[in-house]
């Protein structure tokens, strides 16, 4: 599947220039047009196509609650991921101890005398001694369905890991921002939209769009702040494909938070992918 995203907004203007304060007066209107334009420069008007508005100051405000959410997630993962890492360790440790074992009492089996020469072949005091350790360390490591520590060590970190994976794909507000904002209106035939916004606050207009395109499906983003105008005045707002996010487009929000980075995590993984 192949995905565009786009954070757009070609604004051309029907009346005066824009104050920078906050606009006053009735309510504002803005006539709008949503649609994208092909390699081949074929414009493909986008029916059907919801527009929402919310409030800048309550973007910021979700901004700074998913900020939050996502560092306490992150911190309480880290933990989980940090307990059962010493588990990882420890068990990866009596593995390395049992072959040991293992290869050293297979060794000395094998000696002409082995009750007197065990001591120099082994380094314990008798075969006893060290068949009694191999059993403890057996016993250690394996549990009642059968699995040893070491794999039930993978088991706890595994659903861990994949969540705190998961933590990236929660970075990116726009599916709640979608369903926190207003409906306002949805697109005719031609792609057209006629709104009424209020004229306060600074608003922040938000639409998606998707089409096939030769069996693969091409899906738009917009999260644009509409220009500051007074109230009664009327603006057009064009919804198009022309000022991506790496534009730099003054009026286009970034939907993507940092995702919070965990050096537990990345050790884990590491020590995980080293293991047999």
């Known amino acids: 599947m192949r995905f565009l995203v786009v954070l757009a907004a070609a604004v051309s203007l029907f009346s005066s220039t824009p104050s920078h304060g906050a606009p006053a007066g009735g309510a504002l209107h803005v006539d709008g047009q949503v649609f994208v334009v092909t390699k081949g420069q074929s414009v493909v008007k986008l029916p059907l196509v919801t527009i929402r508005v919310i409030q800048e100051s309550a973007v910021a405000r979700i901004r700074q609650q998913r900020r939050l959410a996502l560092e306490a997630k992150n911190a309480e993962l880290s933990s989980g991921l940090e307990k059962a890492e010493g588990e990882l360790d420890a068990a990866s440790a009596a593995v390395v101890e049992l072959q040991h074992l293992n290869n050293k009492v297979l060794e ?8 007197t020469e065990f001591d120099a072949c082994y380094g314990r005091a008798d075969m006893v001694a060290a068949r009694e350790r191999l059993k403890l360390v057996r016993v250690q490591l394996d549990e009642q369905d059968g699995t040893t520590r070491l794999a039930q060590a993978r088991r706890t970190i595994s659903p861990l890991l994949a969540e705190h994976a998961r933590l990236e794909e929660e970075s990116d507000l726009f599916a709640e921002l979608r369903n926190q904002a207003e409906t306002l209106a949805k697109t005719d035939a031609d792609g057209k939209f006629s709104v009424k916004l209020p004229a306060t606050g600074r608003p922040v207009l938000i639409a998606e769009a998707s089409r096939d395109v030769a069996g693969e499906t091409e899906r738009y983003r917009w999260v644009v ?52």
């Open 108 to 115: 000395c089996s094998f000696l002409m005398n082995p009750e």
């Open 225 to 276: 702040r509409v220009p500051y105008k007074r109230g009664g005045d009327r603006l057009a707002i064009m919804l198009a494909n022309d000022n991506l996010v790496s534009t730099g487009c003054a009026d286009c929000m970034d939907m993507l938070l940092d995702p919070p980075v965990s050096a537990t995590a990345t050790r884990v993984r590491a020590k995980l992918d080293k293991l047999p």
